[in-house]
């Protein structure tokens, strides 16, 4: 192993992932995945499908999931700087309802891997982000889910400066909270 560093958090099956990184003068060179490397370390997950997007400063996209159709996701930033967030909502977890956040950054090159079953957000901090990310299963539009970014029963502490407008999609502006969540899917 040795070309990725993984970091548990305190939500099992939740892990930041730091791959090594090889600079000299002319820049750097670093994989961002390789598959024999995730499952020697644990996650060995077949990706089926790579996105990405761009969002400009206080876009806040989530708290999003599939409904009928999860997906892990390995989660990066690869320019700008996101705060990204998972949501355990694990039927029987130890850890329902509990959130972890990590600073993405093309800067840190850290990532995230979000099992199934967890709601995903970040919002931009930088003047803009361009995030990627793989999943292991497809894309179903008429399979999406959401809770809102500030459900107090979650209780995210958005790294957002005071100054900072978030701009949400139509959809992000009217999702229920974890309340609504649990008694509509579980």
């Not at 130890?94 to 967890?118: C, V």
């Amino acid at each position: 192993m040795g070309k990725i560093k993984l970091t548990t958090c305190e939500i099992e099956g939740l892990y930041v992932i730091e791959p090594a990184v090889y600079g000299d003068v002319r820049g750097y060179f670093m994989e961002t995945y390789n598959y024999e490397d995730f499952k020697e370390a644990g996650i060995g997950q077949v990706f089926v499908q790579d996105n990405q997007s761009r969002s400009v400063r206080g876009v806040l996209r989530g708290l999003h999931f599939q409904i009928h159709y999860p997906q892990d996701k390995l989660v990066r930033v690869i320019h700008g700087e996101v705060f990204d967030v998972a949501v355990d909502l694990r039927r029987g977890s130890k850890t329902y309802g509990k959130w972890h956040g990590e600073r993405l950054s093309a800067e840190n090159k850290k990532q995230m891997f979000i099992p199934k079953d967890f709601a995903h957000g970040f919002v931009v901090l930088s003047e803009y982000a361009e995030f990627a990310y793989k999943c292991t299963d497809f894309y179903h539009p008429n399979d999406e889910g959401g809770i809102a970014y500030n459900d107090p029963q979650i209780g995210i502490a958005w790294p957002a400066p005071e100054d900072m407008e978030l701009i949400l999609s139509e959809k992000d502006k009217v999702w229920g909270g974890l309340e609504d969540f649990t008694r509509q899917y579980r």
